[in-house]
């Protein structure tokens, strides 16, 4: 009995790190050269696990008391021998989702309500949209293909890519095989992904059609906090950007990235209709070739503006959130 299940566990090895991953003890990094006076450091500010180490930035680490920069890397470079590159495809990703679980409100009602209502945001109903439809043939010869979904706020849903694959009538275990997901904890983490991302476009050259951030700005908005970090902010957002160009031209992949906006406090001064900004400043807007805004209209009504295109003038269009993901608006 017990060989018949430590063969059942070696068949699924990629649906048993959901403990693991979290609960890797940092004790194991002394295998990888990190003593336990630094190991003890790191205790003692509360970071107790590998996957602690991922969620923390190098700059974080460099404030713990006795912690060079050098042993920063060191420790940091140990971590991710523990870690793999944190890339599931979509359907992998659906069987850990299985193990979250949910607390009742109470109210049978209510509780269906807030699980209906979790996907309220226009982008990352287009995000997830754009999963499916990237796969689908299309005009002038475009064949489809795999796609990559780097997700900043833990809104990637596979059960959502099931509902807009019912839409399309496609099959769902080959949409969700298509997509590769991956959680991105840190900004630092964020850029070492597409290292990854650039590995994997090389690898499987022209199958992948299609990357997506969502969204870009939420984890540089944790990282870098008030005026005095703003120019660093920039600084490392701005080579994101140049990297996502580059992984783009390099090996012809669409680059879809999702950012929120914000109150723009000086709007109020030159009247504008809608005082709110996106977040990134310029150094965003000049990266992105085709910008496009989205706001609320009536009940599930999303409006959908082109206000920065060199190929299409300024123009609005008005579209639904449906079960099926983003559809026609229908009046």
């Known amino acids: 009995m017990k060989a018949m299940e430590d063969q059942v566990v070696q068949e699924e090895p990629g649906y048993q790190d959901d403990e693991e991953s979290f609960f890797q003890d940092i004790d194991l990094l002394q295998k990888h ?8 450091k790191l205790k003692s500010v509360g ?32 971590a991710n021998k523990l870690i793999e590159p944190g890339f599931l495809t979509a359907f992998e990703y659906s069987e850990k989702r299985k193990m979250v679980f949910h607390i009742s409100t109470g109210s049978q009602e209510f509780d269906n309500t807030t699980a209906t ?9 287009l995000s997830h949209t754009l999963c499916v439809t990237a796969q689908l043939p299309g005009p002038n010869g475009y064949t489809g293909g795999k ?35 991956a959680r991105a904890y840190t900004s630092e983490h964020q850029m070492e992904l597409l290292d990854y991302v ?24 944790v990282d870098f906090s008030g005026r005095g970090e703003l120019a660093e902010r920039q600084q490392k957002l701005a080579q ?20 929120q906006m914000t109150a723009d406090p000086g709007a109020t001064m030159t009247f504008q209709a809608d005082p709110k900004k996106p977040i990134g400043g310029h150094i965003l ?32 269009a008005t ?13």
């Open 147 to 181: 796609i990559i979904f780097i997700d900043t706020e833990n809104t990637f849903r596979p059960d959502r890519l099931r509902d807009i694959a019912d839409r399309f009538s496609v099959d769902h275990e080959a949409v969700l095989d298509n997509v590769l997901y």
């Open 47 to 78: 970071i107790c696990t590998i996957k602690g180490i991922q969620m923390t930035t190098r700059r974080a680490l460099c404030n713990v008391k006795g912690l060079s920069e050098a042993k920063v890397d060191k420790i940091k470079e140990a």
């Open 33 to 40: 050269g990190i003593n336990v006076a630094d190991i003890k």
């Open 285 to 316: 807007a000049h990266a992105s070739t085709t910008r496009i805004s989205l706001r609320k209209g009536r009940g599930e009504l999303r409006i959908a503006k082109i206000y920065d295109s060199p190929e299409m003038p300024e123009n609005e």
């Open 198 to 221: 650039a590995a994997k476009f090389h690898e499987e050259a022209g199958i992948f059609k299609l990357l997506i951030i969502d969204s870009i700005m939420a984890l540089f908005r």
């Open 319 to 331: 579209f639904a959130i449906t079960t099926g993901g983003i559809g026609d608006a229908k009046e």
């Open 240 to 259: 994101m950007l140049s990297r996502l160009q580059k992984i783009s031209e390099e090996y012809n992949v669409a680059v879809f990235v999702t950012n």
């Open 117 to 125: 209502k979790e996907f309220r945001t226009g982008k990352t109903q």
